[in-house]
């Protein structure tokens, strides 16, 4: 049967809807919505909804679908407007309509089912209606109520950004969505304007807290706000004037709730979750969050499943959809990093920041667009942006892909073996530009586990030499590249299928650190290394480099990330030292340095070094992104050809933010601030990211580890599937023949006609 009676906190698009679904699945229920405004109140002023959200309301609710049908404007232009230059991508398709005529279309409908809607009427509190209804929908916005009254159960976290954002609106249409950025003596402001009827326009003026302040917002009453806003932006206007529907500054204030219901007291819209503008998702995940929430209801035997089945079938769809908005709003706050950008990629970028629109995608929506993009780039005719060479030194990647270092504790002694032939020889056949080794250790003490390989005996020197060689003859193109590194306080462990981080039974050697602080509970606690034990270690490094080289490796990496020796000496969580090595950036950077300086000094002046860093600990107090900057120049300052920039695993009690292509942010802020080479990690796993990070500027090179793993000839596959045959990457002689994808079956088989009844 489901709830009969129904509360609804809140009159806006997703209380609405709810509430007509609710009353349209079963007329028997008594619903009320509560809300405090007036009918024709409201913020902003133009809605956009996508084609999926469209068809939903249409399976749902033909009569809104054809309501909302007849009002819409539709359009498919993005432009683009950057320093006078406007380019313009195609293809993308956009509804949008007024959300005041949005909320009288819902109005009219649930007063059509039979709906009872209070306005100018406060909700009582959720607490008390739940207790003489079957079910209470808090949709009451960002600042929710209901959902600050019950924070115990729904336990938010509410996050405000660094932009400053007004809505308002001009009295004309834009032909295309329309992005614009004013350079001003206070710094980058950022118009993002659609239209949402005929002879209206939404436009939203945002910028950082900063520039806001410096520009002297702070001081200003609305209306000359708004009139400030319209001089700025006067071209794009066309010199028209703008209007407010009380508008005002805000900041954006990102919502996650650990759980949406509480006893019968469910959260939809913004109360949930919230979104970020740029994306134009918040009335639209309103909306499908009221679509999921009706179906469960009508679908579970009881309130209690359906409030969980809502909650797991939305959670994993919202999560992605902030996760696109997060990228999207950093990308706007930090868009003076990509400022002086040729404006074609600097759009390309734009278009591209959520990663919702990809490289490949674009080039299906706009082919036009995205050729004119690869040719500034570089790319020959045919030739996707993965494919283009780089250059470090006199080492010339052919492609961009990197086999990133991954620690297969296999080696015995210290020494690789044929598992190690079998499994770099592989990958150096599978056509990428760059393999990596795991991280070879620079002594027995340095080593994270029995299992890990090392450089300081010369029968693991010739060892190495044998993997080069093979990759070198075989694979010839396919450059080698060695990942030097010491364990610190993370060594003496398992191997990583016996227990991951813990520390051995039995066989255990003594440990060395910045400072004498165990990894985490039940870890050994290092020994805080002396003046005279740097220069030991430091020589360790050297020795190993030298080895290196004779062993023909192309490229030498520094391992100064997740938690291993220099990485602890970089992080304030580990490195809590009071001599010349601790306290200030530039302090714990010295040890780091001074061991780059060192290996540099004995690595071949021809041959690239890179530095990997971990760019943020993902812990309060630890490194930041502002110290990964410092950090990368610094190394860049001494000789860095290129910083590989990975995250995190330096303190065991870290909170990462996964997710797809998580890392390149940090990546991103390296590259466009220092204007080193940067190389990108992290959830990177299709050649679409590939192609997309690199093209938008914010990456050199994408080092992939897992896919690696999975299909060993990943970068040959990638060539094949997107008809690339160039000398970016070559399939080996006696594997040319698998360079079609093999048929998986009859194609040719007659299809019936007929079906004929019993």
Same mark, same amino acid.
């Given at each position: !049967? ?395 990647? /052919? ?39 795991? !991280? ?55 191997? !990583? ?111 690239? !070094? ?142 019936? /006609? ?5």
């Amino acid at each position: !049967m489901g709830p009969l009676r129904v509360a609804v906190i809140g009159g806006g698009p997703g209380g609405l809807y709810a509430a007509a679904l609710l009353k349209r699945l079963d007329p028997r229920r008594d619903i009320t919505v509560w809300e405090r405004n007036a009918p024709d109140d409201t913020f902003g002023f133009g809605v956009v909804l996508s084609d999926e959200t469209l068809g939903g309301i249409e399976h749902a609710d033909p009569v809104v679908h054809a309501a909302l049908q007849a009002e819409f404007v539709r359009w498919d232009d993005i432009d683009v407007v950057h320093r006078g230059t406007r380019h313009t991508s195609g293809g993308h398709g956009f509804a949008a309509l007024g959300r005041r005529r949005l909320l009288e279309i819902l109005h009219e409908r649930c007063r059509q089912l039979g709906v009872n809607l209070r306005f100018r009427s406060p909700a009582p509190p959720a607490a008390d209606l739940a207790r003489d209804h079957d079910l209470v929908v808090a949709a009451d916005g960002v600042r929710s109520a209901t959902r600050e009254s019950h924070a115990d159960a729904f336990r938010p976290r509410v996050e405000e950004h660094r932009c400053r954002y007004i809505w308002l609106a001009a009295d004309f249409a834009f032909d295309a969505f329309r992005f614009e950025t004013a350079e001003t003596e206070h710094g980058v402001m950022q118009l993002h304007g659609y239209p949402y009827t005929g002879g209206d326009s939404t436009v939203i003026v945002e910028m950082r807290e900063e520039v806001w302040r410096a520009a002297g917002f702070d001081a200003l009453d609305a209306p000359e706000s708004v009139e400030r806003c319209a001089k700025i932006f006067t071209e794009a206007l066309g010199g028209r004037a703008l209007r407010s529907n009380n508008s005002a500054w805000t900041a954006f204030r990102t919502v996650v709730n650990e759980k949406w219901s509480h006893g019968n007291i469910v959260l939809v819209g913004d109360s949930a979750h919230t979104a970020h503008f740029s994306i134009g998702s918040g009335t639209k995940l309103a909306v499908e969050d009221a679509l999921a929430l009706a179906a469960c209801l009508q679908e579970q035997p009881t309130t209690a499943d359906a409030l969980a089945a809502y909650e797991e079938e939305r959670r994993p769809v919202v999560a992605s959809t902030q996760r696109a908005a997060r990228a999207s709003l950093e990308w706007f706050e930090n868009i003076g990093l990509y400022l002086d950008q040729p404006a074609r990629q600097f759009a390309f970028n734009l278009l591209t920041r959520s990663r919702r629109v990809t490289h490949d995608n674009l080039r299906l929506r706009d082919p036009r667009f995205t050729e004119a993009v690869e040719r500034d780039f570089g790319c020959p005719p045919g030739t996707p942006p993965m494919f283009t060479p780089l250059s470090l030194r006199d080492l010339t990647l /052919r492609n961009r892909v990197v086999v990133s270092p991954m620690d297969m504790y296999s080696a015995r002694a210290g020494v690789p073996g044929d598992f190690h032939l079998v499994h770099l020889g592989a990958r150096a056949l599978g056509g990428a530009g760059l393999v990596m080794t795991e !991280m070879v250790c620079v002594s027995p003490e340095g080593r994270i586990t029995p299992g890990c390989g090392g450089l300081y005996t010369t029968e693991q020197a010739a060892a190495w030499r044998r993997i080069t060689d093979f990759a070198h003859t075989q694979a010839p193109g396919t450059a080698v590249g060695v990942q030097l590194g010491h364990s610190g306080r993370k060594g003496s462990t398992k191997l !990583m299928w016996e227990g991951i981080d813990e520390p051995l039974a039995e066989g255990n050697w003594p440990l060395v650190a910045a400072s004498p602080l165990p990894y985490k509970p039940g870890s050994q606690t290092p020994r805080e290394l002396t003046r005279g034990e740097l220069a030991d270690v430091r020589e360790q490094f050297t020795s190993a480099a030298l080895r290196a080289a004779d062993a023909g490796f192309d490229l030498l990496e520094l391992h100064c990330a997740h938690g291993y020796l220099l990485s602890g000496f970089l992080s304030p969580l580990s490195n809590q030292r009071t001599d010349a090595y601790g306290g200030p950036l530039a302090n714990r950077l010295r040890f780091p340095l001074e061991v780059f300086d060192a290996v540099r000094d004995v690595w071949p002046g021809d041959r690239p !070094m890179t530095v990997r860093i971990s760019a943020t600990d993902w812990a309060d107090g630890g490194t930041d992104a502002s110290d990964a900057v410092e950090i990368a120049r610094a190394f860049a300052a001494h000789g860095a050809d290129a910083i590989d920039v990975s995250t995190g695993q330096v303190v065991a009690d870290e909170k990462p933010a996964y997710g797809r292509s998580y890392q390149v942010p940090f990546a991103d802020r390296i590259r466009n601030e220092t204007g080193i080479p940067v190389i990108s990690v992290g959830a990177i796993s299709s050649w679409d990211d590939v192609n997309s990070l690199i093209l938008a500027g914010r990456t050199d090179l994408c080092a992939l580890a897992r896919p690696h793993l999975y299909d060993p000839h990943w970068t040959l596959h990638a060539a094949a599937e997107q008809g690339y045959t160039g000398p970016g990457v070559a399939w080996p002689k006696p594997y040319e023949a698998g360079s079609r994808p093999p048929q998986t079956g009859r194609l040719d088989a007659p299809k019936p /006609r007929l079906t004929l009844g019993g």
